[in-house]
């Protein structure tokens, strides 16, 4: 007889406008391992941190083993037997595994008898769960793999009954992922409860009993792993939302301006993101990269962009070679050659959001003239210019000396656009471009790059909003693992087809 | 309590009353200070502004001391916005005054505001060359400012002792100081022109430097806020990832910044150097970089905030040696513990009551606004 350990119902949070969840339900039984799948954003993470106390829930209820509970800190859930290994691992590097896991649990000023008896408990931990850890291992001397085992045996220690992991694989290479899949079918066999969130269907398929599929907030359908596949999966996944219609006239190509060859990237931490990538984009078209977050998409567009070094392959912009892995362009340099960036993290690269609206409407171009002379601004010509680009791509309010954090997500991704699409660069990499954007101004940056297009400008544009790619692109590639898997020209492809290879099926 | 919506927020209350309520603050603490020391707070009060006010030199005093803070406010809120702490302004005020009496010393036989122009190039020179070695290593290695330029200070203090007690100490007398100046090169100071005017009155150290720190003011306003340079260390110093995106190159804007900074700092040199003391003197900048560091803070690191702030401590020094003189249970410390409440309140707890006082005035002016 299967016995419901977690039961959630009618769970709603927002985060400002965005409705993150959505009335869910779900039923996790006692022993299961039970998957949560859906694409970026779908409200996995949002409703997992919930259940862990680290968000409140704006309504709803949440009981496990029957027994409604009220969450205000992760303290409650760890009392209450949940345990949460996050995507980016909660250690202090510069202790010991030993330190780490009774941190917070010290329970004696001076180390001492429960120092010792953590000790033995942990030992027998390891042991029934064949975690393999050396206790007295510096964390900053383990690998990724052994961090995460940490992080599990850190939530065992504390009594976890139900371990949640969330997107566990992400930074494990795939020798370290068949050791996670053997220490959790282990102990799912003692009897712990293992929630997995991931957006990789081949893990779904492979570990859990019960399936519960997220899109766009809502909990779209719980199924028995046995009684679905792989494309099931994903159509689920990707759903059919209505496309947003554009007016895009037939694609009228020129030549080849924008090529990238063998193209490898490493990111800061010297994992290698973007594998051997080949592409060539035309004047006059928009090449969509599609993808789930976090496949290299971001370290490819820093390094096209120039912010990110190449580590080999070769980068051409109307057939010159403008980087390798011996000579880059610097970003200014490479806006002098007219190829404009709209960065992925609007917040966090594409503005300076502390610095008054007209301040970035020339960030990136503030050494040219007219906007500055012999290296002083000529703020007179600055705010006239910013007057006219925000009338004319409307930002509001149209005030230029007004905080660009005062602006509304939409607004400021605006500012950017406008920024880059004034200089009518050759070469446009775009990257999110309507990320948390109201559906306004969804359809108005649509258009504006869709103008881009006509004028002959060669576009790439990245996203990991499906529809957006479809209704937006001429040709479609998609990125898995850091390789492009797949590229089509955008007539008769499905989104059930995308979804597939994003999710790195076929 | 709830978040401020910073936009609403009118720039006097932040700028204007969050400020007075803090200086009010302190000294009413301060009041405390001198009341539990046996004397009255309210004659002290008169006693300072008698002091910094009531008589010529007394003012004359007051507007030295505020030429030093200038410099030293202006020069670690040029490096703040770079996100850059400056702690280093005494070391680098310190190797500024160098500058000031080598070129001095060295090109007497030119005239005389050849010298001058050249000392005051000597002051940057050197100040800036000291607050280079801690932003190379703070652009290549990540070594942190705050701690290179505190022992900077340290050494400097430790290599001018050795300059002034080893190399080139006035063999003639015994204190660690260098020979004077030929008479010709010493900065007209307040006297001289007060005599211009057929005014005699006493001596104070008030001279022309003071213009000179207005001119820096207007410098630091012009390069902040109106040139290509201020604008990339302001975009380095809010958002390092854009600065990189938009093609600028932290590395050297955080070069620039802590260059700027020191030679700023290094103008204190020219002061007491060309202005006061005429020769070098063992520990001549005395604390004004630290305090520099209270008055850029206080003056919200704009020019026009700096010289009410730096006219503010102006007042403190010079009236409190008033209090002390007149005052027996107030001794000397007692009043660098009043300078401390201040630096804190204006200083380290400069938020302590901003959310209250911007959230009582949002809430007014919303009533207003519904009524």
Known sequence: MVSPILELKNINKSFGHVHANKNINLTIN?????????????????????????????????????????????????????????????????????????????????????????????????????????????????????????????????????????????????????????????????????????HKLIEIMDLTSQVSVMRQGEMVGHIKTKDTNKEQLAEMMVGRSVLLRLDKSEVKTGDVVFKVEDLTVKDDLDVTRVKNVNLEICAGEILGLAGVTGNGQTELLEALSGIRKVESGEIYLDGKKISDSQNFLNPRELKEKGLAHVPEDRQRMGLVTDFKAYENLIFG???????????????????????????????????????????????????????????????????????????????????????????????????????????????????????????KENKNVTDRELGLLMAGVV | MATVDKSKVPWWV????????????????????????????????????????????????????????????????????????????????????????????????????????????????????????PAYLQATRGSHVVITTIMFNFIAASLMVFLLVDVIRDTTQMGPHTVALPKEQWFPSFEDFAALLGIKIR???????????????????????????????????????????????????????????????????????????????????????????????MGRNHPIGIFPAAFLFGILYQGGSEVTFDMPNITRYMFVAVQGVIILFSGALENLFRPQIENFFVNRLNLKANA
């Open chain 2, 203 to 297: 001596y104070s150290p008030l001279n022309i430097s003071f213009l000179l720190a207005i001119v820096a003011s207007v410098f630091v306003w012009f390069l902040v806020w109106k040139t290509r340079w201020g604008y990339e260390m302001r975009a380095v110093g809010h958002n390092t990832q854009a600065a990189i995106y938009a093609g600028i190159s932290p590395y050297k804007n955080i070069i620039i910044a802590m260059c700027i900074s020191g030679g700023l700092a290094g103008l204190l040199g020219v002061n007491e150097i060309l202005g006061v003391h005429h020769k070098i003197v063992a520990g001549f900048p005395a604390g004004y970089g630290f305090t520099g560091i209270a008055v850029a803070l």
């Open chain 1, 365 to 487: 171009y503030h050494d040219q003239q007219p906007f500055s002379k012999s290296s002083i601004l000529n703020n007179k010509d600055i705010i006239s210019h910013s007057k006219t680009i925000m009338e004319e791509y409307d930002v509001r309010p149209q005030s230029p000396n007004l905080i660009t954090s005062n602006f509304s997500g939409g607004n400021q991704q605006k500012i950017i656009l406008s920024r880059e699409l004034n200089e009518k660069p050759k070469v446009l990499l775009v990257g999110q471009p309507t990320r948390g954007v109201d559906i306004g101004a969804i359809e108005f940056i649509h258009q504006r790059l869709i103008d881009m297009r006509d004028r002959g400008a060669a576009i790439l544009l990245v996203s990991v909003e499906l529809d957006e790619v479809l209704s937006l692109s001429d040709r479609i590639a998609v990125m898995f693992d850091g390789k492009i898997v797949g590229e």
């Open chain 1, 30 to 198: 006692k022993g299961t391992i039970h998957g949560i799948i859906g694409e970026n954003g779908a409200g996995k993470s949002t409703l997992m941190s919930i259940v862990f106390g680290l968000y409140k829930a704006n309504s709803g209820t949440i009981k496990v083993n029957g027994k409604e509970i009220n969450l205000r800190s992760p303290k409650d859930s760890i009392v209450n037997g949940i345990g949460m290994v996050h995507q980016h691992f909660m250690l202090v590097e510069n202790f010991t595994v030993l330190e780490n896991i009774i941190l917070g649990f010290e329970g004696e000023l001076v180390f001492g008898k429960n120092f010792v008896k953590a000790k033995k408990d942990l030992k027998n931990l390891c042991d029934t769960y064949k975690l393999n850890i050396d206790l007295n291992s510096i964390i900053s001397d383990l690998s990724v793999g052994f961090r995460q085992r940490v992080e599990i045996l850190k939530s065992l220690y504390r009594g976890a009954e139900i371990l949640i992991l969330d997107e566990p694989t992400g930074v494990l290479t795939p020798q370290e992922v068949d050791e996670l899949f053997k220490i959790l079918r282990s102990l799912n066999e003692e009897g712990k409860t293992i929630v997995l969130i991931t």
């Open chain 2, 14 to 133: 932040s700028n204007l009353i969050v400020p007075l309520v803090n200086l009010t603050l302190a000294l009413f603490v301060s009041g405390l200070f001198i009341f539990i020391a046996g004397e009255n707070p309210y004659e002290a009060v008169k006693l300072i502004i008698y002091g910094s006010f009531g008589y010529i030199e007394g003012f004359a005093y007051t507007l030295y001391y505020t030429t030093n803070f200038i410099f030293t406010g202006l020069a670690f809120a040029v490096a703040f916005h770079c996100r850059l702490f400056n702690i280093g302004g005494e070391g680098q005020a310190y190797i500024g005054g160098l500058g000031v009496f080598l070129v001095a010393i060295n090109f007497s036989f030119l005239p005389v505001p050849i010298v001058w122009f050249l000392a005051v190039g000597g002051a940057v020179v050197f100040g800036a060359a000291w607050a280079f070695i």
